[in-house]
């Protein structure tokens, strides 16, 4: 494997010093862009994209192309491990993720098997291995899931969800099922992960979308406690290198504490959080990711410039910062000021390290 020449990334994942603080954006690949749009359209659909290594290697380089970003992420999807478990994921135009068949029943539930990571998401790791060949070693490439809750949501409710009316239902009356379910979520991602470590990921996310809709005692139960599990049993070392775990919780903030003492490396923070507070409860643990608010990007040039530097003077001096936004970039953000945002960080964070 190529020497990997900007390892800025995994550095702050794990609080060693680097030069300027590292950034990359949560779906960074994605429909803001016009050349992902008209690769898309050329694929066909969503899917086809994702299960097509080159088309796959192709979208994931693409945000690399523009910007000097410090991290490459697997494109992807959370919703392919529930896809290998035979639930049928669709994309129905403008309205997000379905599925053919939902699992609403214990007797549904105990159907399910975990996916042989290689056999039946075997695309997620060719494509893993397409992309590590083609950065050859230009920035870290990080391999993600969905947590088990998070997974579970969409798989009970069949798609994306407001109020969470079906999940919430089992987890109160049926919460056996609903463990049983997270059980078999658990040790798919898991192997999953483990699975993407060793095609060529370098550094794995969790993410948690969903684990904030929760009230504190199900967020333990539910939610934490697996992805407790998984980071357990991860694959932490490969290449001869710590591969840096990182857990992101949306709405999580009030649960840093719990949730720096699964063992994982980082915690992603979204922009409810002050990341000066984070880092004064849990920054001698373990690093942060974030947290700029994604819409400060539908603002000028000279807003974007002034919220970086509110944030890195948020975070302060010294190491364990991986600047990124507090969730995912928006479609409708203009690629200009994804660029401003990204130099920004660059420039202004010199005088932090
Ligand atoms: O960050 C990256 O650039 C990597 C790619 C990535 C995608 N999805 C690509 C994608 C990642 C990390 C995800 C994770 C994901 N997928 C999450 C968790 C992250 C988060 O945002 O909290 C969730 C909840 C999903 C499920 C999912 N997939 C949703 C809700 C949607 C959006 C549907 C919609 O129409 O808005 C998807 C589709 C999806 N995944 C797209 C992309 C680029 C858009 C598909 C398209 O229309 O081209």
Redesign the pocket.
């Given at each position: 494997m190529a020497e990997l020449k900007n390892d800025r990334l995994l550095k702050a994942l794990l609080r060693e010093p680097v030069d300027v603080t590292p950034v990359w954006?949560?779906?960074?690949?994605?429909?803001y862009l016009p050349e992902?749009?008209a690769l898309?359209k050329e694929a066909g659909?969503?899917m086809s994209?994702?299960q097509n290594p080159e088309f796959a290697c192709e979208?994931?380089l693409q945000?690399l192309e523009r910007f000097p970003l410090d991290a490459a992420?697997?494109?992807?999807?959370?919703?392919t491990i529930p896809d290998a478990m035979g639930l049928g994921l669709y994309?129905e135009?403008?309205?997000?993720?379905r599925f053919k068949q939902p699992v609403r029943t214990p007797a549904d539930i105990e159907r399910l098997s975990a996916p042989d990571p290689e056999k039946d998401l075997g695309y997620v790791m060719d494509a893993v291995r397409v992309i590590r060949r083609e950065l050859n070693g230009r920035v870290p490439l990080i391999g993600?899931s969905?947590s088990p809750w998070?997974l579970a949501t969409?798989m009970v409710e069949g798609g994306?969800s407001k109020d969470f009316r079906l999940v919430k239902a089992m987890m109160y009356d049926q919460p056996q099922a609903l463990h049983q379910l997270l059980t078999v979520l658990a040790e798919s991602v898991t192997a999953y992960l483990n699975a993407q470590i060793q095609a060529g990921a370098q550094a794995v996310?969790i993410?948690d979308?969903?684990g904030g809709v929760l009230s504190p005692d199900c967020y333990q139960a539910f939610s934490l406690n697996y992805m407790q599990k998984i980071v357990s049993g991860l694959i932490r070392e490969h290449e001869g290198r710590r591969v840096p775990v990182i857990l992101?919780t949306?709405n999580g903030g009030q649960w840093l504490e719990w949730m720096a003492e699964t063992g994982t490396d980082a915690l992603g923070l979204d922009w409810t959080t002050n990341i000066s507070d984070a880092r004064n409860r849990i920054g001698g643990k373990v690093a942060l990711q974030g947290n700029m608010d994604p819409s400060v990007l539908y603002a000028s040039p000279q807003r974007i410039r002034q919220e970086v530097g509110k944030i890195l003077q948020q975070f302060g001096s010294g190491d364990g910062h991986v600047f990124n936004l507090g969730?995912?970039i928006h479609?409708f953000v203009e690629p200009e000021k994804a660029a401003v945002f990204v130099h920004a960080v660059h420039e202004l964070s010199q005088d932090y390290h």
């Open positions: 954006m949560m779906r960074q690949a994605g429909r992902y749009r898309r659909d969503f994209l994702c979208v994931t945000p992420i697997l494109f992807s999807d959370i919703l994309f135009t403008g309205e997000g993720p993600f969905g998070t969409y994306s996310q993410f979308t969903w992101f949306k969730h995912g479609q």
